[in-house]
Nanobody
């Protein structure tokens, strides 16, 4: 099972940018679909973006609206989420997740998770 560790969260003003990183260990992510989820206080965890192992398929939640970009560097065994035009409603804990197999958007389909990184957007 691949182990995941997120970093890059923090406090940012509305309109600002952040780049989240997810470092993988134990297995190479080149054969994994990778995804970012988020969970705000009192809300269910929701998918933000996902990318298939080959990179041919990418999914973004509707609320992303071209503000975020998911990318991976298989040589570094890492996945990134570049976030721009941040809004207060983007405040949440962001999780990196991995699964073997095709791209899925349901969190139950992912079996490897990081511990999460807090993103707080002030108005």
């Amino acid at each position: 099972q691949v182990r995941l560790a997120e970093s890059g969260g923090g406090l940012v003003q509305a309109g600002g940018s952040l780049r989240l990183s997810c470092a993988a260990s134990g297995r190479t992510i080149s054969t994994y679909t990778m995804a970012w989820f988020r969970q705000a206080p009192g809300k269910e965890r929701e998918i933000v973006a996902a990318q298939s192992a080959s990179g041919d398929s990418t999914f973004y939640a509707a609320f992303v609206k071209r503000r975020f970009t998911i990318s991976r560097d298989n040589a570094k065994n890492a996945v990134y989420l570049q976030m721009g035009s941040l809004k207060p409603e983007d405040t949440a804990v962001y999780y990196c997740a991995a699964r073997r197999g095709p791209l899925e958007i349901r969190d139950g389909e992912y079996d490897s998770w990081g511990q999460g990184t807090q993103v707080t957007v002030s108005s």
